[in-house]
């Protein structure tokens, strides 16, 4: 399994600003996606991060609005930018390892979130 | 594109009774993941479906996987209040291979009554 930690885990913005939200992940993973949580809704992809290329963005989702950086294969950042209201989310990254207590199964694996409210 | 649709939306359970909960995907995809999440937290994993026909259970829960029917189902075995949660399906859009680039379905909110 994956150990992965980001931070912030929750914080509060004013409108207009940008956060950058880190990921750390205890092993060296090819590729590290993020993915945002609207409040009661499902999981949305925002982009896979790959380290030493740009990231790739989903439909709906633009790099100035989330610029994304990947230095190593052990760290990734999301920012958000000049936020809105709107971006008012959960944000998670995630990675694929192999699940140590099901026969190494690869699996994706899920940070604990940061938690964004924009006022 | 590929759509992932769950159902119901919200459950409503008494203790001890039975339910599934269903997961239906619009392309081929040969990797499954069932999720749980609660109230603030993260997602857990809970099982990942790898084949046709597989089917993988832990303590109350089972889930299954019917790829020729793009179906998965995730069956409730006499609920207790902990199983309490929201619960997602998740389909790995790289089909041969695992990407973890994974499209969510729209969840499952699961509340047990004593």
């Known amino acids: 399994s994956a150990v992965i930690s980001q931070k912030p885990s929750r914080d509060i913005c004013q409108r207009g600003t940008s956060l950058t939200i880190q990921c750390q992940v205890d092993?060296?993973?090819?590729?590290m996606f993020w993915y945002r949580q609207q409040p009661g809704q499902s999981l949305t992809l925002i982009a896979t991060a790959n380290q030493g290329s740009e990231a790739t963005y989903e439909s709906g989702f633009v790099i100035d609005k989330f610029p994304i950086s990947r230095p190593n294969l052990t760290f990734s950042t999301l920012t958000v930018s000049n936020m809105s209201p709107e971006d008012s989310s959960i944000y998670l990254c995630?990675?694929?390892?192999?699940?140590?207590?099901?026969?190494?199964?690869?699996?994706?694996?899920f940070g604990q979130g940061t938690r964004l409210t924009v006022v | 594109e590929l759509k992932v649709e769950q159902n119901p939306l919200f459950l409503s359970m008494q203790e001890g009774k039975n339910y599934t909960i269903y997961c239906n995907y619009s392309t081929t995809s040969d990797r499954l993941y069932w999720y749980r999440q609660d109230p603030g937290k993260s997602l857990e994993s809970l099982f990942v479906l790898l084949s046709n026909g597989a089917v993988k259970q832990e303590g109350r829960l089972m889930a299954s996987l019917d790829t020729k029917a793009r179906l998965s189902t995730l069956h409730i075995t006499a609920a207790v209040h902990d199983l309490s949660a929201t619960y997602f399906c998740a389909v790995d859009v790289t089909y041969g291979g695992a990407t973890n680039k994974l499209i969510f379905g729209t969840g499952t909110l699961l509340a047990v009554q004593p």
């Open positions: 092993s060296q993973v090819t590729m």
């Open positions: 995630s990675v694929g390892a192999p699940r140590r207590d099901r026969g190494g199964i690869w699996a994706a694996f």
